[in-house]
């Protein structure tokens, strides 16, 4: 299988065949999902199991966030970026949220 | 969760794994379906209904709220009235001041700081790239939306719906009719 085989996933709804999401990080999220497997990062079937072992890892998570820790663990586990890396670049996002000023685009390390 | 996501994609589009532009095009495909379906029951409602036209005036978080279409940011909605005189049109650069639960996601244009200076700049000029051309006594408002207030443009009602339905009604209400930058009408041969 080398197409993204959607409604092959554990869980995901789906509306006419479309995802449903709640809110706009969820769809950035699905996308860079969908676009590393179109790199070849991964294969469908990696992300389709390494997604269903995160449902069933028995932490009670909406279905987006357990859609993010599948993608930290696959991306951890292929040494990728390791959960250090993402943990302080979250920290970063956070810190240049707080300084930008209302209406302006967020920026990491403004030169 | 929004930084979350935004340090996983900055950091894999550094390493080279990821392309941002390939996953807004991603996006894009999905957007379209997700759809505005939410605001646009609401401008078609203030079409048929004066009573709820009014209470969107006076109170639109309540009237929007009394649909089911509740946001969890719990922000406060303004909605604005487009008529002869006024063209309202909405600019942020935040996503997450972008009123979500009333019109799905946004665009990914939307986002980009060039159509937020240039929208305050050049409303006209941004309104034309859209293939919208007001009448010159017509005045073009430019809202800021902000995490505490989010806007939504109430469209005018094309001509020659008179009798139409509620669900007819719906179908003229793009999206970018309610964030401003296109005019609310009839679809192409329905």
């Not at chain 1, 869980?11 to 969820?26: A, K, Q, S, T, Y």
């Not at chain 2, 487009?82 to 972008?98: A, G, P």
Request: hydrophobic share 40%; charged share 25%; aromatic share 8%.
């Amino acid at each position: 299988m080398s197409a993204a085989d959607i409604a092959a996933l554990d869980g995901i709804e789906l509306h006419d065949g479309e995802p449903v999401f709640r809110e706009p990080w969820e769809a950035q999220a699905f996308a860079m999902v969908v676009a590393l497997h179109q790199r070849d990062v991964f294969t469908w079937d990696e992300w389709a199991a390494a997604l269903s072992a995160q449902i069933h890892s028995g932490t009670d998570l909406p279905y987006y966030r357990h859609w993010c820790a599948a993608l930290e663990t696959l991306l951890d586990t292929k040494r990728i970026a390791d959960r250090d890396a993402v943990q302080t670049r979250e920290k970063a996002w956070h810190e240049a949220a707080a300084r930008t000023p209302h209406g302006e685009a967020i920026v990491l390390d403004p030169q | 969760m929004d930084a979350r996501v935004r340090a996983l994609e900055s950091l894999l589009v550094e390493k080279g794994y990821l392309d941002s532009a390939a996953v807004d095009e991603i996006i894009e495909t999905y957007e379209t379906r997700i759809g505005p379906r939410n605001g646009a029951h609401v401008v078609a409602k203030a079409w048929l209904e004066p009573d709820f036209a009014d209470w969107l005036k006076r109170d639109a978080t309540a009237a929007i709220h009394s649909l089911g279409y509740i946001s969890r940011q719990g922000e406060h909605m303004v909605a604005v009235f487009n008529d002869d005189e006024t063209h309202h049109m909405v600019v942020c650069t935040l996503c997450s001041c972008y009123p979500w639960s009333v019109l799905g996601l946004p665009p990914t244009w939307y986002k980009s700081p060039p159509y937020r200076s240039r929208a305050v700049i050049d409303p006209r000029g941004v309104l034309a790239e859209f293939g919208t051309d007001l009448l010159d006594n017509v005045g073009v408002e430019v809202h800021d939306s902000t995490a505490e207030t989010r806007y939504l443009v109430i469209p005018a009602r094309p001509d020659g719906t008179d009798g139409w339905s509620e669900e007819q009604l719906m179908a003229c209400v793009s999206r970018d009719s309610m964030i401003g930058t296109t005019l609310a009408a009839k679809p192409v041969a329905a």
